[in-house]
């Protein structure tokens, strides 16, 4: 997609499904019925801020914030540093002793180590917002977890760290 005169990016629209039943002859139930044909009520307007959009993808500037910014920033951190901490043990002539983890490094190396465990960071984040929707307080105890174990390996390896350097 291109930009537009005013510098911004056009939304793209989606197009309405077309039914065999609307293009043959008319719907054997009006779109306002539900199944059993009964009239079913409007939704709330406040429920659904995209409908007044209705035919367009909202915008990345139209996102709702993170539920739990704070707490993503911890995981990443400890995520991170399990990975550059992980890399200085191989360098130093240790090994993974995950075995999943070892067999993404033996494959890919370094690059595939960062990727698996940001798809894996990206993977918990994105279930701590889709579950935060309906369950608030069962997210936010996913999140913590997540950062809880996270910073188990690392913390684990600094140990390992310092028994090896100070003998």
């Not at 915008?59 to 399990?82: A, E, N, Q």
Request: glycine letters at 10%; one cysteine or more; aromatic letters at 8%.
């Amino acid at each position: 997609m291109g930009m537009s005169s005013d510098g911004e990016r056009p939304e793209a629209t989606i197009a309405a499904p077309t039914d065999a039943a609307t293009v043959d002859g008319p719907p054997a139930v009006p779109p306002e019925a539900g199944a059993a044909g009964v009239a079913r009520s409007a939704p709330d307007a406040s429920a659904a801020p995209a409908a007044a959009a209705a035919g367009t993808l909202p915008s990345f500037r139209s996102l709702p914030p993170l539920r739990y910014p704070g707490l993503y920033g911890g995981f990443v951190f400890v995520s991170s540093l399990d990975i550059v901490l992980t890399w200085l043990v191989l360098q130093l002539g240790g090994r993974e002793v995950n075995p999943l983890a070892a067999a993404v490094i033996a494959h890919w190396g370094l690059g595939g180590a960062i990727a698996f465990k940001f798809s894996l960071m990206l993977m918990v984040i994105v279930l701590c917002e889709v579950i935060g929707r309906n369950r608030d307080a069962t997210a936010r105890r996913l999140a913590w977890w997540s950062v809880g174990v996270s910073a188990a390996a690392p913390a684990y390896t600094l140990a390992l760290l310092g028994y090896h350097f100070t003998g």
